[in-house]
């Protein structure tokens, strides 16, 4: 697959995530449908403004959005995304949507930062996690920061093999997480 077919495959996903049309989109971004649909089809990539604009209008911004990227590689490898940022929807309950979020999903990432740990919210949701882990053989995916040692994490997290943020690339990571994913779901 070439580059312009991946950045178009993730475009196409995170555009459908969104809620958007390409007619939507288009009339967003000053373009034609058609142009959308040649980026997403992987015949031509968007220009250095087009790609900030999409950045910008689909949840990410450069330097910064990595946990965008990191869905967006994992979604263009066929495997089913739930992010609060994609899943919910104005006039949607949030606290519903969490909760359908996690009683549907066989397997959830955490990103563990500080301020993920000092998140109350955060903590419901790894708790709520951690239950089905117990009950249900669920697959946590925990992400460390460099700054997060194990022993900050939930003593039922603290026996489970995590992943290290320690600026290897994050294509490195979405490999290793697509790869366990997979591997869980051919069991």
Known sequence: ???????????????????????????ILKCSKEIIRLWEH?????NKQHTLELYRLLGATPGEGTINKEMGRICSAGLPVWFDKYSIHIGDSIVNKVQEGLEEAES???????NFLES???????????????????????????????SQLPLFLQDIKVLYNNGQGYEVLSREIITTIKDKDEL
């Open 108 to 114: 959830i990432i955490f990103w563990i930062t500080n």
């Open 1 to 27: 697959m070439s580059k312009a077919e991946k950045i178009g495959e993730i475009i196409k996903k995170m555009r459908k995530l969104r809620g958007m049309s390409v007619k939507e989109l288009a009339g």
């Open 120 to 150: 109350k919210w955060c903590k419901y949701e790894m708790s709520a996690f951690i239950k089905k882990l117990i009950e249900e053989d669920a697959l946590i995916i925990s992400i460390l920061d460099k700054d997060i040692s194990i």
């Open 42 to 46: 992987g015949k031509r990539k968007p």
